[in-house]
């Protein structure tokens, strides 16, 4: 438990340095499909697990990502409590996590307002109208 | 034309060549040609739309085999009696891959009677476990069985996971087996081909009298629908198939007695559901339309909010009814569980730990237990409840409307009326509030290639929500986006899930559920993952060729996803990492295409789909023509979840 404090209390400190962003988002793209990142994440993070800066606290900076790919090998590896896999540096190098990092925060995902989607705006619209008769 | 040409057409025989595709001609009067060309040639008292068999086809299929000794000229063959009994029980289709052992049987379903061949349709399967998984399809949406021909050991045995499935499921289904071990390879036949079947049947028979075997489909069906309902087997000797019946005739169907609570229990439930100031009614799974439509009329009678699983099951209580919320108030002071728990009181139906005579536990199929049986994890006992009423909760529902009706006032009415407006209010803006939450959620990736499944699911959506709908595949491999985005209010609404997670039961399943809507003005809709459809693709020629309006839309992740994961995930804890986990559970290289499947089994197809801004306009395509009653697939890029 110390050491998950530790690790985590380190990662924390270093999101002064959120920005810094040192790794090849090209390559990174490449592994991320490669490694089957998408397998839960999506393709281009917008899978039914979303990787987004705006939707995933371990994007917040590289040591915070790294922090969190190796923790869980190293504090459960047998039975991890959630289906996240570990990545441990012999299977991920740093550099290539940090490509994988520089590739996730280049994602943009801007999809349209639900008010500016006509479609989801049908759906909403309809919904509303069904319940007129119960309000009177 | 030569006169004998001439008369050749007329019959309805289609040359060799015209069956090869060999002259420009063949198409209009080749057997998978149009409907009209059909109609042309068949002879004018026959009501079907079906070409018959050519002779050059016969010569085809039999080639030099002997006809069996035991065959017999019979002016009235036990098996047209077996026809009739299956006529008698409104059996509307019979599905089958065609085989020696019921060819007495088959004969007569085609054949028997003044109007041949309409009910029940004989209806040709390529496999036998899709033959099962169509009745498995069926009967979820029509709350009824339909019936299957098997192939002694062997048919049993190809069928055997779909059968399985459909006894987890708890789904009515009447199995025939022809058996025949005199004049037929002895290696598929044996002295007790349903053993085979037996710990995942819920009954069989192997009837020795042609009266017993008319006795026994009788029987059988009864079995079937009798809660807990499952599926029942008949084995029928070809010999019993083909004996002179003489005088005899079908007897009488007597329908079975299914077993509700008592008069008392149902008077004490109706007295604390009026009594109740704010009564609550959590609706599980159902066997028939009509047992729904009891919920409805005693939910409203009451006043109660209701909870449903119409999401996830067939046959549950109206998703958007006024009623089916959390009501405008959650301090529930009674709530009755109908096929579901309810804090108060439950009426729950009898599972197959009922069943005697079945091996149940000793099989290795380590779930078929007591229930509640979990979905997933080891196996636990249930809690006992003292509040549990074992009985058929449908076969309930009218006795305790009735008593309901004899105590409620009109004060009391009243009182219903202004709480029934209440709960409407209130289940309504929940129900917008979900769906605004549901698709702020569902924005993400809108725009991305492959396509998001929540905007297939939702585009789909806008283009059948005003039809008459059934969506029949499981969704959980797809994300599920129907249980929030669609509107389920139909007993039919949603079909659930396999049986036992089995792959290759979605499309003969949805084929199945397509028989059903094919003479209802229904349309069906099929999710469709890749893996499933590889496994029975064969369910989509008898979709083509029975002209169902079914749209299969690929949920073309190229890959067995789930186990993708999976292996993923067990090299990450092995600290071996991820980039070989596509090994054994991707589909690439080559990529399939779908769409070309489709056209090879005669169904209209297009895609692949990646870009997302022409997906609505395929799927309306597809829509116009299952409407027309066609099926259609398309095949769509996703987004692996």
Redesign the interface.
């Known amino acids: 438990m110390k050491t998950l404090h530790l690790i985590l209390a380190i990662a924390l400190m270093q999101q002064t340095h959120a920005q810094d962003i040192s790794g090849n988002a090209e390559k990174g793209e490449h592994l991320y499909y ?7 994440h ?3 993070g ?3 697990t ?1 990787l ?1 800066s705006e ?1 995933s606290g371990i994007l917040g900076s590289e040591s915070l990502f790294l922090a969190y790919l190796r923790l869980r ?1 190293d504090q459960n ?4 409590k959630n ?6 540096v ?3 190098s740093d550099e290539q996590a940090l490509d994988i990092y520089a590739y996730l925060r280049s994602l943009n ?6 008010a500016e ?1 006509p ?2 705006q ?3 619209d ?3 109208a ?2 007129k ?3 009177n | 034309m030569t006169d004998a040409k001439l008369n050749k057409e007329k019959s309805g025989e289609i040359s060799r060549r015209a069956f090869l595709g060999t002259s420009a001609g063949a198409a209009a009067a080749s057997l998978l040609g149009k409907s009209e060309a059909a109609a042309q040639t068949a002879p004018p008292a026959v009501r079907s739309t079906l070409p018959r068999q050519s002779a050059e086809a016969t010569e085809r299929d039999v080639g030099d085999a002997r006809l069996p000794a035991v065959v017999r000229a019979a002016q009235r063959p036990g098996s047209d009696l077996m026809v009739q009994v299956l006529r008698d029980l409104e059996i509307e289709y019979v599905a089958a891959n065609p085989a020696a052992s019921f060819e007495g049987l088959q004969e007569s379903i085609i054949n028997y009677g003044d109007t041949p061949n309409e009910m029940p349709e004989f209806i040709s399967a390529l496999h036998e476990e899709s033959s099962v998984d169509m009745a498995h399809g069926y009967a979820k949406a029509q709350g009824r069985p339909m019936a299957v021909l098997l192939h002694g050991t062997l048919g049993l045995m190809h069928s055997s996971m779909a059968i399985y499935q459909a006894y987890q499921y708890q789904t009515p289904i009447l199995l025939i087996a022809g058996r025949d071990d005199t004049n037929f390879l002895r290696s598929q036949s044996a002295d007790d081909i349903a053993g085979i079947v037996r710990s995942f049947t819920k009954w069989d028979a192997h009837p020795k009298t042609l009266a017993e075997a008319l006795d026994a489909i009788q029987e059988g069906y009864r079995q079937a629908i009798t809660p807990p309902c499952g599926p029942a087997l008949v084995v029928l000797d070809t010999e019993l198939q083909k004996e002179e019946a003489g005088d005899m005739q079908a007897p009488a169907y007597v329908p079975p007695q299914i077993t509700g609570i008592s008069t008392s229990e149902a008077r004490a439930v109706a007295k604390a559901l009026v009594e109740a100031k704010n009564p609550r009614i959590a609706v599980g799974k159902l066997r028939t339309p009509k047992g729904v439509s009891d919920a409805v009329e005693l939910a409203e009678l009451v006043g109660a909010s209701t909870s449903t699983r119409a999401t996830l099951v067939p046959m549950s209580f109206p998703q958007r009814h006024p009623l089916c919320g959390p009501g405008a108030d959650t301090d529930y002071d009674y709530t009755l569980g109908l096929e579901t728990g309810g804090i108060q009181a439950a009426i729950i139906g009898p599972h197959r730990r009922t069943l005697e005579g079945r091996d149940l536990t000793g099989i290795g199929y380590g779930f078929i237990r007591e229930p509640p049986t979990p979905l997933w994890g080891p196996y636990a006992p249930p809690k006992p409840s003292h509040n549990d009423m074992h009985a058929d909760a449908e076969a309930s529902l009218p006795a305790i409307i009735a008593e309901v009706h004899k105590i409620i006032s009109p004060s009391t009415s009243n009182t219903i009326a202004a709480r029934s407006k209440q709960h409407a209010v209130a289940n309504h803006e929940a129900a917008v509030t979900g769906l605004e939450k549901a698709l702020e959620e569902r924005r993400r990736g809108w725009n991305g290639s492959p396509i998001s499944l929540a905007r297939l699911y939702a585009e789909l959506w806008i283009l059948i929500k005003d039809e008459d709908w059934c969506l029949a595949s499981p969704t959980q491999f797809s994300g599920g986006h129907n249980r929030v985005l669609w509107d389920h209010n139909k007993p039919y609404s949603h079909l659930g899930m396999h049986g036992a997670g089995g792959i290759g039961y979605c499309i003969g399943a949805s084929t199945g559920a397509a028989l059903a809507a094919k003479h209802r003005d229904r349309i069906v809709i099929n999710i469709q993952c890749d893996g499933d459809l590889n496994m029975v693709p064969g369910s989509l020629w008898t979709a083509a060729h029975y002209r169902l309006p079914m749209l299969v839309v690929m949920h073309n992740n190229r890959a067995w996803h789930q186990e993708l994961m999976y292996a993923q995930y067990m090299a990450g804890v092995r600290g071996r990492g991820g980039d070989r986990a596509h090994i054994g559970t991707t589909l690439r290289d080559p990529f399939i295409s779908y769409a070309k499947m489709g056209e090879a089994y005669g169904v209209d197809s297009e895609g692949p789909i990646s870009d997302p801004s022409k997906l609505f306009a395929a799927l309306k395509r597809g829509v116009d023509t299952v409407k027309q009653g066609r099926p259609y697939l398309i095949d769509v890029l996703t987004q692996p979840r």
Do not use: H, Q, W
Not at chain 1, 34 to 40: A, G, L
Not at chain 1, 83 to 88: C, E, F, I, L
């Open positions: 490669n490694f089957s990142c998408y397998s839960c999506g393709y281009g917008t899978g039914k979303p987004s939707t090998a590896p047998i039975n991890p289906s996240m896999p570990n990545y441990a012999s299977t991920l995902d801007d999809p349209p307002a639900v989607n479609v989801m049908e759906m909403l309809a919904a509303k069904r319940g008769g119960s309000e």
